[in-house]
């Protein structure tokens, strides 16, 4: 079972769509918990970190359940610039920053 | 403020060949990650420094990769000598604060190796 598993898409969507993205995570002791993302033949960018209560900002929203090892993102009325690759990103040591990445999930977003 | 720099953006070498890589971090950032993605798979943690000293280096694939920190500045990863395998981007990051776990790791650009 790979460390953090997610959708492999792609998902191609039209602009105003709404998109959700699932991710799961094999250690049950991971410390912390994000979304980043990349654009083709970019670096990863932070988008999101992934709060147990939840968190918003603008659009997008995510979501953790820390029973079922489950992260998900939510973009709503997507947009043409939200293109790109999105990343479950997962803190799995205590003490250290090791990130440990899903392969990623790409998002095309079309007229 | 500058972000995180790596050099050069690309290399092509030949197998059996040496080559350095380079990763400047963000001013005053203690913490120097180096992560590599190769084709089709996820991006992978090599070592993590704190300072000039190594934290963690249980993502070096073997010894034929050495990552140096001198001075608790900016990093070099040798890769010698070079594989087929060892083709890929690699990527480095930096951060402030190891003590929070939320604490962010920002990327440069990467490093495209292609190894012939």
């Known amino acids: 079972r790979k460390e953090v598993e997610q959708d492999p898409g792609p998902f191609n969507v039209p602009e105003g769509a709404t998109v959700a993205f699932n991710c799961t995570y094999s250690n049950s002791a991971s410390q912390s918990f994000f979304w980043y993302r990349q654009d083709c033949r970019k670096e990863p960018k932070l988008l999101m970190s992934v709060y147990s209560s939840g968190n918003e900002d603008g659009r997008f929203t995510a979501q953790l359940n820390r029973a079922s090892q489950y992260i998900s993102l939510l973009i709503r009325d997507s947009k043409l610039s939200d293109s790109a690759t999105y990343l479950c990103?997962?803190?799995?040591?205590?003490?250290?920053?090791?990130?440990?990445f899903g392969k990623g999930t790409m998002l095309l977003v079309s007229p | 403020e500058a972000g995180v720099t790596q050099f050069p953006s690309h290399s092509v070498i030949e197998k059996g060949q040496t080559v350095t890589l380079r990763c400047d971090p963000i001013?005053?950032?203690?913490?120097l990650y180096w992560y590599r993605r190769v084709m089709g798979k996820e991006i992978k943690f090599l070592l993590h420094?704190?300072?000039?000293?190594?934290?963690?280096e249980s993502g070096m694939p073997n010894n034929r990769f050495l990552a140096e920190r001198t001075g608790g500045t900016y990093s070099t990863l040798k890769v010698q000598p070079a594989e087929l395998e060892d083709s890929g981007v690699y990527f480095c990051?930096?951060?402030?604060?190891?003590?929070?776990?939320?604490?962010?790791?920002?990327f440069g650009p990467g490093t495209r190796l292609t190894v012939l």
């Open positions: 420094f704190v300072k000039e000293s190594k934290q963690d």
């Open positions: 001013s005053g950032h203690d913490n």
């Open positions: 990103v997962v803190n799995m040591n205590s003490g250290y920053s090791t990130l440990t």
């Open positions: 990051a930096s951060s402030q604060d190891e003590a929070d776990s939320y604490n962010e790791q920002f």
